[in-house]
């Protein structure tokens, strides 16, 4: 029976950005929504990787051809945009750890947020036992190193852990490294799969 957990932070356990949250970027950036979007997205991956947020926003205006007006206040309303929880994965969390499961995440996030969760949610994620982040170890997701590096650090092999996360090309990676891993759907799909049944890893 698999006793590692594994889950993805955002779109599992921490809320996406909001419509709101994501207007509010497009409007101090001053760009079309559409053209903003593609360039924050195809920018990210070296910001999940550790670079810096004033040379992150530097890319994006430069891949848009303009310069932001208000680079802190972009940033300011970025980091807000994602610092939302899921009260009910939070109980879940509790509820495997209780039941003596080892905990592990592993988050693509950029390192001005990892402060930010720990300082606003470190009563439970003072329960996993392992806590890798993608800035701080220099790879992402979908990387396989980056699932390698998270079974590292909770000292068992990939082959012992299940994985959860919201997007499937991280799934896929996660069982091309050797884990077993699921699409993230509810709480309640995480209680059947751990809680509920015994389980087998399985791929």
Not at 4 to 14: H, N, Q, R, T
Not at 20 to 47: H, K, M, N, S, T
Not at 82 to 105: K, Q, S, Y
């Amino acid at each position: 029976m698999a006793n590692v957990i594994v889950f993805d932070l955002y779109g599992v356990i921490a809320r996406v950005q909001t419509p709101e949250a994501r207007q509010r970027i497009v409007e101090l950036a001053g760009v079309p929504e559409e053209r903003f979007w593609q360039a924050y997205w195809d920018c990210r991956p070296p910001y999940d990787a550790g670079q810096d947020g004033p040379a992150y926003w530097a890319e994006v205006a430069a891949r848009l051809g303009t310069r932001f007006a208000d680079v802190p206040a972009l940033i300011t309303a970025d980091l807000d945009s994602w610092c939302h929880v899921d009260p009910a994965m939070v109980e879940v969390v509790h509820e495997l750890a209780d039941a003596g499961h080892r905990l592990g995440l592993l988050s693509n996030i950029i390192e001005d947020l990892v402060p930010v969760w720990e300082t606003r949610h470190g009563d439970w994620l003072g329960r996993f036992a392992s806590l890798t982040y993608s800035c701080r170890i220099g790879v992402a997701k979908p990387e396989r190193r980056a699932y390698e590096i998270c079974a590292e650090r909770l000292g068992v092999s990939p082959g012992d852990v299940l994985f959860f996360d919201d997007r499937e090309a991280n799934v896929v990676a996660a069982r091309e490294a050797g884990m077993a891993a699921e699409v993230f759907e509810s709480p309640e799909q995480v209680r059947a799969r751990v809680l509920h049944s015994p389980f087998g890893v399985s791929r």
